[in-house]
């Protein structure tokens, strides 16, 4: 394989783009790494032909929970169904609010609905994408009972307002960390930084199963202990039930596989951050600051990258998303309409303009390539893409150019607006 393509694309500035073809994500590549130890797992779950929790899913909760700094983590089905299990532990029920964000993806809000709360969303950050605690404020009510926070695409939520603004009111707040595993707020990981925490183990996650999977963390024992009851129809023991849980367990396959990819987790979350500063100088060398806004880290953050979420500005996203698809290079969006803006929350009573920060990164956000397997090649490639995508020619600056010909990007160059928290 050539080391450096960019070399023959730059040769062709102007010319349409070579046939080459890169994925959002390239699950493929990541399981080549793996493959023989998961498949050895994998045959020794079939032997042994335990296949719902057990020691497998024991030991996955162990080292998983370690690596969230919790003192205890419990595994169920889903992210979606963590969410659930989560409220319904906190008692969250018919006409009990929870204030959480509408730029997320559905199961966020559904979760709420779902044990018959009212989900009362709020605007969101226009810097982080996360929800704003002024917003979350402003409208706590007499049946407010939690806080949703979503650490979206990888970012801690500001958390230190909200524990303050939800301990100041008795609220409980229940993270949505499905996309933020390893995240960190002020040296302290997701999951642990409110009431509970909630993970996602789909495929595309940072740790991702080769099915659905999730996981919920809390420091509280008697919580924890109930959520254990919960996901398994809220049996006490020998088939005796004082409340009604759901049917929401990992598999033991499931558990084999995470816990062989939980020992590459900090190498791949490394790589994707490494790769977001190649983007940084990238987009910088490529003069696209102008159309294109990337990711911010705010101070305090170890940000995970589950995507890598630029804006394209002046109303030009969605013309960069089709021409970036014809040019082969994987991008989608997360997440086109707000959930304030969802046919099934309509009776909540939300209309287009009532939450613009919201309504406005639906229209704007690109999620481009960032997986760990991405080569520096295959990042110029995209960043080129992009240019042309915006009718620009693909060209570096003289600045760039004249700082060698040889220099792989991202590795001795500024970090323009990324914090020295990041890793
Ligand atoms: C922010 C967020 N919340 C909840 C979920 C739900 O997780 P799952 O797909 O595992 O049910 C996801 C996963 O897509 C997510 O990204």
């Not at 409220?87 to 029920?93: A, K, V, Y």
């Not at 109303?315 to 998303?321: P, Q, S």
């Not at 956000?365 to 009718?391: C, F, K, M, N």
């Amino acid at each position: 394989m050539s080391t450096d393509r960019s070399q023959v694309d730059r040769s062709q500035d102007g010319a349409p783009a070579p046939e080459r073809s890169i994925p959002l994500i390239d699950l493929v590549a990541q399981h080549r790494e793996i493959a023989p130890a998961v498949l050895e797992a994998v045959q020794k779950i079939f032997a042994e032909q335990k296949f719902i929790l057990g020691d497998e899913v024991a030991e996955f909760e162990h080292d998983v929970g370690s690596y969230c700094d919790a003192r205890e983590s419990i595994s169920c089905a889903s992210g979606t169904d963590a969410l659930l299990l989560a409220l319904m532990g906190l008692d969250i029920g018919r006409g009990d609010e929870v204030i959480t964000s509408p730029f997320t993806f559905f199961a966020t809000g559904s979760s709420i609905a779902r044990v018959g709360g009212r989900p009362v969303f709020v605007d969101i950050d226009p810097v982080s994408f996360n929800i704003d605690p002024r917003a979350v404020e402003e409208k706590i009510g007499p049946r407010t009972r939690a806080i949703m926070p979503v650490h979206l695409f990888g970012q801690c939520a500001e958390m230190e307002p909200l524990c303050r603004i939800a301990t100041r009111a008795g609220l409980s707040i229940v993270e949505d960390a499905c996309q933020a595993i390893g995240a960190e707020y002020q040296g302290r990981r997701a999951g642990v930084l409110g009431t509970v925490g909630c993970f996602s183990f789909f495929p595309t996650k940072n740790l991702g199963g080769a099915g659905d999977g999730g996981l919920m963390t809390t420091d509280d024992l008697t919580l924890a202990k109930r959520l254990r009851r919960l996901r398994v129809h809220g049996d006490v023991g020998q088939y005796e039930h004082h409340e009604i849980g759901i049917n929401s367990r990992l598999d033991a396959l499931q558990a084999a596989v995470l816990r062989i990819k939980l020992k590459s987790l900090d190498q791949w979350t490394m790589a994707r951050q490494r790769n977001a500063r190649r983007y940084a100088v990238l987009f910088q060398e490529y003069n696209l600051l102008d159309a294109v806004e990337l990711p911010v880290v705010l101070p305090g953050r170890r940000h995970v990258y589950n995507q890598y979420c630029v804006r394209v500005l002046d109303g030009r996203r969605d013309e960069v998303l089709k021409s970036l698809r014809e040019q082969k290079v994987g991008c989608a969006i997360y997440y086109p309409k707000p959930l304030h803006l969802q046919t099934c929350f309509a009776d909540l009573g939300y209309k287009a303009g009532m939450l613009p920060h919201s309504e406005k990164a639906s229209a704007e956000v690109l999620a481009l390539p960032i997986y760990a397997e991405l080569s520096a090649d295959d990042q110029e490639h995209v960043v080129r893409a992009l240019a042309r995508a915006l009718g620009r020619t693909p060209k570096r600056s003289l600045q760039a150019v004249l700082a060698g010909p040889n220099r792989r990007p991202g590795v001795s160059a500024p970090l323009p607006r990324y914090s020295a928290s990041e890793e």
